[in-house]
Each structure stands twice: as structure tokens, then as C-alpha cells.
């Protein structure tokens, strides 16, 4: 696939977001593969071929890196919740797949290298370009276009599992026996209370 097939796929890709409910039935699409891989069985994608795959996975790493508060995006499951996303919404599909050829066009540009055969400051550099839309070139439009989109899906797989609502420390949807208003410290933070009341 050349750049122009590339952007072409992008372009003619349906721009249609996906809602809560498709997210959460992804996610629990996914959450069999996730088990099954938890207990060492391989994740053979249905949608991505080995290379996006491969590309995939280190994307959504680069994205959302472990820290020490909790895994990486791969270890919450993310390019598994991908790879279902894409069977079930076809019109998901153009964009993912013109996206991740354009990684490989740009970086073979620059580098003479594919994304994922390219040095972790090629990368970065790559990234650097697309992942700040106000300051990319024009001329890195579609780039962007496809790395806002992925990098949302990225955090709708993330935080749609336990482990990205344990990473938000998220205290919702747990029962109050008894509501007894907002803590003062909350108030005080968002100066509803003074300080010295």
C-alpha cells in the first residue's frame, strides 16, 4: 500500500464515532480472548493481519504505558477490544487500516524503516508530528486525523476495563447506605467553603 492508497482509506473511511454501548459490548466480546490469553492461550486477532497486530500492540503501549499504578494498554486487554471493534463496526475499518499503513509510509520516508522496525526516538519522532493536532503541518493531516481517532479508542478500551477504572481510582457505582452531603474537603477544594470555615 502506497501513501495515497493510505490516505485514500482514510478519507473515504465513515467519520461515525461509537457510542458507550458498542464500547461495552466490544468489551465484553473481548473479555473471552482476555481470560483465555490470561491463562496463556495465544490472541489470534480476526481482523488485524500479524503486522498490524504487532503494530497495534506497541501503539497502544506507547499510549498508555504501565506506571505504578497500573499495566499497559496491552495488559488491560486494548489490541484484543480493537480487534473486535473492527469486526463489528466495518466502517471503523478503512480509517484503522489506512492509519496504520500511513505509520509505515512516514516512517519508511524518514527512516527507511517501517514503525515497528524503527528506533524508539524515530517513533517518537513520527508520533511527535501527528499527536499534537494545533502544532502538526498541514501536510500531516490525515496522520493526525487517524492518531486522534486511535488514541481514543486506546482510552475507551483502557478505561472501560477494571483496570483502567481502578487506574482512575473511580468510586462510582458502589452503594451509600447513607448520604451525608458532600466531605468539606471536597467543598473547601472547589470553594464552595472557605478555607478557615
Partial sequence: MNRREAIRLMAT??????????VIAA???????????????AFQPAFFNDHEH????????????????S?????????????????????????????????????????????LDAQEAQRTEVLDAIAYPDDADDDMSHGVAFFNRFRDLTASGFWSTEMGINDLQYMGNRV??????????????????????
Wanted: charged letters at 25%.
Fill in 54 to 69: 504487532a503494530t497495534v500492540r506497541l501503539l497502544v503501549d506507547l499510549i498508555i504505558p504501565a506506571d505504578d499504578r
Fill in 13 to 22: 473511511a465513515s467519520a461515525a464515532a461509537w457510542t458507550p454501548m458498542q
Fill in 71 to 115: 499495566g499497559s494498554a496491552t495488559e488491560a486487554g486494548v489490541p484484543e477490544f480493537m480487534d473486535f471493534m473492527m469486526n463489528d463496526r466495518e466502517n471503523m475499518q478503512g480509517w484503522m487500516r489506512g492509519g496504520l499503513a500511513w505509520l509505515d509510509i512516514e516512517s519508511q520516508r524518514r527512516f527507511d524503516a517501517l514503525f
Fill in 176 to 197: 451509600v447506605a447513607e448520604w451525608t452531603g458532600c466531605p468539606e474537603e471536597a467543598l473547601r477544594h472547589v470553594g464552595v467553603l472557605e478555607a478557615d470555615d
Fill in 27 to 41: 468489551r465484553e466480546k473481548a473479555g473471552d480472548a482476555i481470560a483465555r490469553a490470561a491463562q496463556g492461550a
